[in-house]
């Protein structure tokens, strides 16, 4: 066991380390999936729409899920990985899966029929068109 403990570290880590240290071995799939506050969001407004541009690196298109609640936006991804062997006795299976959803509000209503998504390169772009009310309406006075 090594003499000198780290800081932020116990001695029961350091035992642990240096008795078990498979335990403490990444997983080789890459990296994790990442948390709701590190998709990173980039939201701008026109007259008619808004544009809605999020960081979902790693993730296939089919994993993405968006739903639109009256001004509110739910993003959903996950991921599902894991090794694949064929008629090999596997000695060790390592198997990553993981969900992550972040929730937005938006100042006005959506047009949920004529909202669009597009997913290219890690990037997942949605055009959220503004709902189209009457707007104020005069009220005649009896």
Known sequence: MSSLIPRGSSLFDEFFKDFAPGFYIRPLHGDPLPSPAQIKVDVSESDQAYTVSAEVPGVRKEDIQVSIE??????RA???????SGDEKSLRSERYYGAVSRSFQLPAEIDQGQSKAKYDNGVLTLTLPKKQGQGSQRLMIE
């Open 78 to 84: 996950e991921v599902k990985q894991g090794d694949q």
């Open 70 to 75: 009256g001004n509110v936006v739910t993003l």
